[in-house]
C-alpha cells in the first residue's frame, strides 16, 4: 500500500503519551473523576472552549460543517495534512486507508473533540489520536496498521502495531464507551439537542459565569459610554464610580466621587444612595453624562436628584467635579422607593424612572402619587436635556409627550401608575432583522405578593396602587372602569422571590444561542430567569436559570457558583451580559462583584466577536484583576481530591500537591489555585495558537506558561502522583482484583511504609517525652 518510505521522525508533534509524573497524577484525578460522576463529557473543543456553527461552509471535515469545532481555516489546515499522508500510499491504499485516515483526522472538529483527545481537563496534556470504539479501531489497525507511523510518533502506539492490534486499541481506549467514535456520531442523547442551551430535567437552563470584578460596595449600576473604548463605569451605592478597562484591570483614581454628597447609611437594605448613571448618545462629543441619587436639601429634606456633569478635560477617566448642572430635584416623602433608573431611548430623550414616594400602599392623597399624574413620584418621564425651556426648566418638554395637553397633568411624565421600577433596559433589536428594537423592559417591585416586568408604551397606565401584578391591590381603584391600565409580560409570586431586578434581552456575539432571551432576576431569593416570546401569540414563556452544575460549566475560567444578591444587571458595549450582585447588601461592605453570562453550549465561530477597543489614554495606575470565585474545575479538583482521600486513606496524602510540596518545607511563592496550568495547542495547531478564554475579546489573553524545573507545581504533582495505586496507573483492573486495589507488592510495600512511618513518629514522641 505505501508507495513512499516513511521517514524515521514521524510528525513533529510532541508524544504526550508518555507517563511523565505530571501526566501520571492528572490521569488518576480524571479516572477518580469519571468514577463518581464528576466529570462528565460535554461539548467541548480542543481549545477548551464550546463548540460553534462555522460561518463558511467546510470542503474537508463536511461532517461538522452545522455544528462543530472548526472554522474553514483549519478545515484546510486539516485537508492538508491528509494529502500530504496521502502521498505515501498507492491507489490501493487510498481506497483501503482514506477512510480512515480522513475519520481520524477530522475528528479535532467534532464537538466532543475535547472528551476525544482527553482535553477536558486543561491540566493534562492531549493525546495525539483520538479514542477509538474497540471494532472500528481493530477494522483499522487490521487494514491501515502502516499509517499509524503517519499518524503519530508516540512509540508506545508505534512499536506494538505490526502485532498487536488488540495492544494498539487498548491505548485508544476511552473509559466512556459512549463517546468513542464512532459511536459518538450515533448517541440520541449526545447529539439530540446539541447546539442548544443545555436544560436539566426540570427545564432549567444550564450557564454559566465568568467572574469580572469584585471588592465592590453595593455596585448598583455598570454603563457603558457607546464612545469605542469599551471601558465600562461601575457604580458603588455610596457615590464613587470606577473605570474598567478592556484588559480587565480597574483605574485605581475613580471617575467619580460624591460620596460627601450622597445620602446613604450602612444599614442593610438601604434604598438611598446613588442610583443611576447613564451617558449622552453623543458623548464622545461633548462629554455629558448624567446621574441620579439621593441627597439632603434645606432643612434636611431628603431628595431625589438628576444631574448633568461632564468628564474632563485634562484626563478621559475622570468627572470634573465642578461641572455638576441640577436638572432636576424631586423630594421624597420617606427613605424608600427611590427609584433609580436612567436610560436614553431610541429618540434621543431621557427616562428616568421615579417610586412612589415609599412607605406602604402608595398612601399619599386620595389614589397615591403614581395614580395622580401632577405628581412626580411613581412615574416615566421623557424629558430631552439638549437645551432649556422657558418656564424656567433646565430640560425641555417632547412635543409628542403623551400629556403635554391635559390640564393638571406635568408635561414631562411619559407613563404612571408605577410602585418601584428597578431596573430598565433598552432592547438594541435582533443583530440581524432588528426585531424588538428600541422596546423598554422594566422590573416594578411589587408590595406583599407579586413581582412583575413591563415593557413601557407611550402613555401607559401601570396599574399601581390599584393593582399589583395582574391581581387587585386597592379594590376600589382596581374596578374603576377608567383604570385602562397596562399588563406586565409577567408577574411572580412570592414564593419565587420578593424584589425583582430588572435585566436587558440579550443581544451579544459571543453566545449566540441567549439572542432574544429577556435576563432578570430577583434581589432577596437570588433567582435568575428568562423570558421569551412566542412571536405568534405574543406571550412570555419564563425558564429558570441555574448555574449549579460545576460539570456544565468545566471549562477553564468559568464558574458555577455567585454572590446572592442581585442588585443590577447590565451590558457591555458589545451587547455581552453581566450582572452585579453581593454577599452584604450593605452600602459600606466591599462584598460585591460583577459576572459575565457565558452559554458553554455554544460559542460563536473564532473571529466574529473580535474588537478594536479605541485607546483612552491613562493617567492613573491600573489594579490588575484577581478572581476571588473558585472556578468548577478548581471545584471538581477538589471533590475528586476528597473522594481519593475517602477511597484511598493511606495513599492520597503524598498524591496532593500541597501536602507533597509541604514535605519539603514552605515554598519561596504561594502557588495559587491556576498556578502551573499547561496549556496543550490540538492536533495539528500552529506554535503559539490561543487558547479560548470567555473574557473580552477586544485583547485575548495567551495560554499561561507553566514554569519548569524540579520545584514547579507540575513537577511535585508528577512526584506526587507514583504513590497512588498501581491499577490507576496502568489504565485498568488488575485480574482477580477489585478495581482500586493494589497488589500484593504494592500491599506490602505500603505496610512497610507505614511501619517506617510508626515509627519515626514513636522516636520523636520519645524524645519530646523526654525532654
Avoid at 22 to 38: A, N
Avoid at 366 to 373: D, M, P, R, V
Wanted: hydrophobic fraction near 30%; aromatic fraction near 10%.
Amino acid at each position: 500500500m505505501l508507495r513512499r518510505s516513511i521517514p524515521r521522525s514521524g510528525w513533529s508533534q510532541r508524544a504526550p503519551w508518555l507517563l511523565t509524573s505530571s501526566r501520571i497524577f492528572y490521569l488518576c484525578l480524571t479516572v477518580l473523576w469519571g468514577q463518581v460522576g464528576l466529570l462528565q463529557g460535554h461539548p467541548q473543543c480542543l481549545d477548551y472552549g464550546p463548540p460553534f456553527r462555522p460561518l463558511l461552509h467546510l470542503e474537508f471535515c463536511s461532517d461538522y460543517e452545522s455544528f462543530g469545532c472548526c472554522d474553514q481555516r483549519k478545515d484546510h489546515r486539516i485537508a492538508a495534512r491528509y494529502w500530504d499522508i496521502m502521498e505515501y500510499f498507492d491507489l490501493k491504499g487510498h481506497e483501503l486507508c482514506g477512510g480512515y485516515i480522513k475519520d481520524i483526522l477530522c475528528q479535532e472538529c467534532s464537538p466532543y473533540a475535547a472528551h476525544l483527545y482527553d482535553a477536558e481537563n486543561p491540566q493534562t496534556p492531549l493525546r495525539n489520536l483520538p479514542g477509538l470504539c474497540s471494532d472500528y479501531c481493530s477494522a483499522f489497525h487490521s487494514s491501515c496498521h502502516s499509517a499509524i507511523s503517519l499518524l503519530t510518533n508516540d512509540h508506545r502506539l508505534q512499536k506494538p502495531h505490526q502485532k498487536d492490534g488488540a495492544h494498539f486499541c487498548h491505548l485508544l481506549n476511552l473509559p466512556d464507551k459512549d463517546y468513542c467514535f464512532p459511536k459518538v456520531l450515533r448517541s440520541d442523547h449526545l447529539n439530540r439537542n446539541l447546539g442548544v442551551v443545555a436544560e436539566d430535567h426540570r427545564g432549567c437552563l444550564q450557564l454559566c459565569l465568568t467572574e469580572v470584578a469584585n471588592g465592590l460596595r453595593n455596585p448598583v449600576s455598570m454603563v457603558h459610554a457607546g464612545d469605542g473604548t469599551h471601558r465600562f463605569f461601575v457604580a458603588e451605592q455610596i457615590g464613587v464610580v470606577w473605570v474598567y478597562l478592556p484588559d480587565g484591570s480597574r483605574l485605581e483614581q475613580p471617575f467619580l466621587d460624591l460620596k460627601s454628597i450622597v445620602l446613604t447609611t450602612p444599614w442593610v437594605g438601604d434604598e438611598r444612595g446613588f442610583l443611576g448613571l447613564a451617558f449622552h448618545p453623543k458623548f464622545r462629543r461633548n462629554r455629558k453624562f448624567y446621574i441620579y441619587y439621593s441627597c439632603l436639601g434645606k432643612k434636611r429634606v431628603e431628595k431625589i436628584r438628576i444631574s448633568e456633569m461632564k468628564v474632563s478635560r485634562a484626563d478621559p477617566n475622570k468627572a470634573d467635579p465642578k461641572s455638576e448642572r441640577v436638572i432636576l430635584e424631586i423630594e421624597e416623602p420617606a427613605s424608600n422607593h427611590n427609584g433609580g433608573q436612567l436610560l436614553f431611548g431610541l429618540d434621543g430623550y431621557m427616562y428616568i424612572f421615579t417610586g412612589d414616594g415609599g412607605q406602604t400602599g402608595d398612601p399619599f392623597g386620595k389614589f397615591g402619587n403614581a395614580q395622580n399624574k401632577s405628581s412626580l413620584l411613581g412615574k416615566v418621564l421623557r424629558i430631552d436635556v439638549d437645551g432649556a425651556s422657558s418656564g424656567g426648566r433646565r430640560y425641555r418638554i417632547p412635543l409628542d409627550n403623551p400629556f403635554v395637553s391635559e390640564p393638571g397633568a406635568h408635561p414631562a411624565i411619559y407613563a404612571y401608575g408605577i410602585r418601584n421600577m428597578w431596573r430598565c433596559a433598552v432592547d438594541r433589536g435582533d443583530p440581524t432583522t432588528g426585531q424588538g428594537r428600541g422596546r423598554m423592559f422594566c422590573g416594578d417591585v411589587g408590595q406583599n405578593r407579586f413581582e412583575e416586568v413591563d415593557i413601557i408604551v407611550k402613555g401607559g397606565n401601570y396599574g399601581w396602587r390599584a393593582k399589583e401584578g395582574f391581581e387587585c391591590y386597592d379594590k376600589k381603584l382596581c374596578h374603576n372602569a377608567s383604570l385602562d391600565d397596562v399588563l406586565p409580560i409577567y408577574a411572580y409570586g412570592h414564593a419565587v422571590g420578593k424584589s425583582v431586578t430588572g435585566g436587558y434581552v440579550y443581544r451579544g456575539c459571543e453566545s449566540p444561542n441567549l439572542n432574544g432571551l429577556y435576563i432578570f432576576g430577583d434581589f432577596m431569593s437570588g433567582r435568575l430567569m428568562a423570558l421569551q416570546e412566542d412571536r405568534r401569540t405574543k406571550k412570555w414563556k419564563k425558564q429558570d436559570i441555574c448555574l449549579g452544575s460545576p460539570e456544565s460549566c468545566a471549562f477553564p475560567g468559568l464558574i458555577s457558583t455567585y454572590s446572592k444578591f442581585i442588585i443590577s444587571f447590565a451590558e457591555d458595549e458589545a451587547g455581552e451580559l453581566y450582572f452585579l450582585a453581593t454577599s452584604y447588601p450593605s452600602a459600606y461592605t466591599p462584598r460585591g462583584s460583577i459576572y459575565k453570562f457565558v452559554d458553554p453550549s455554544r460559542r460563536a465561530p473564532p473571529g466574529k466577536c473580535k474588537y478594536k477597543p479605541v485607546p483612552v489614554k491613562t493617567k492613573s495606575k491600573r489594579v490588575q484583576f484577581r478572581p476571588l470565585a473558585k472556578t468548577a474545575l478548581d471545584l471538581l479538583k477538589e471533590q475528586s481530591l476528597k473522594e481519593a482521600a475517602r477511597r484511598f486513606p493511606d495513599r492520597t496524602l503524598a498524591s496532593r500537591p500541597d501536602r507533597a510540596s509541604s514535605r519539603k518545607g514552605p515554598s519561596k511563592k504561594p502557588i495559587s489555585a491556576t498556578s502551573g496550568r499547561k496549556t496543550f495547542p490540538g492536533p495539528g495547531a500552529k506554535k503559539g495558537a490561543r487558547v479560548w478564554s470567555p473574557g473580552p475579546q477586544g485583547k485575548r489573553r495567551k495560554s499561561p506558561k507553566a514554569p519548569r524545573g524540579r520545584g514547579s507545581p507540575s513537577a511535585r504533582r508528577g512526584r506526587a502522583a507514583r504513590s497512588l495505586p498501581a491499577p490507576l496507573l496502568s489504565g485498568g483492573p488488575v485480574r482477580g482484583r477489585a478495581w482500586g486495589q493494589p497488589p500484593r507488592h504494592a500491599e506490602a510495600a505500603a505496610a512497610a511504609r507505614d511501619l517506617r512511618r510508626r515509627r519515626s513518629w514513636g522516636r520523636r514522641w520519645g524524645l519530646a517525652q523526654r525532654a
